[in-house]
Nanobody, 122 residues
């Protein structure tokens, strides 16, 4: 099972930007679809963005489309989430996850990181 560690969260004002990173250990990173998910206070964990093994397929939630960009660097075993034009409603714990396939539902992702907090103030 791949080990995932998120970083890059923090406090930012509305309209600002953050870049999240998810570092993966193990030898199978390149074979995994990777995704970002988030969970706000009192809410369910929801899909944010997913990228296929080589980056040829990318999907975004409607709420972040045009503002967030997911990417991956196989040489560094890392997936990124660039977040621009942040809004207070983006406040959540952000998690990265992986799976051997293609999906956007968090229910079918099997490997998860511990999460990183993103707080957007108005």
């Amino acid at each position: 099972q791949v080990q995932l560690v998120e970083s890059g969260g923090g406090l930012v004002q509305a309209g600002g930007s953050l870049r999240l990173s998810c570092a993966a250990s193990g030898q199978t990173f390149r074979t995994y679809t990777m995704g970002w998910f988030r969970q706000g206070p009192g809410k369910e964990r929801t899909f944010v963005a997913v990228i296929s093994t080589r980056g040829g397929m990318i999907a975004y939630a409607d709420s972040v489309k045009g503002r967030f960009t997911i990417s991956r660097d196989s040489a560094k075993n890392t997936v990124y989430l660039q977040m621009n034009s942040l809004k207070p409603e983006d406040t959540a714990v952000y998690y990265c996850a992986g799976m051997a396939g293609w999906a956007t539902s968090p229910a079918v992702f099997g490997s998860w990181g511990q999460g990183t907090q993103v707080t957007v103030s108005s």
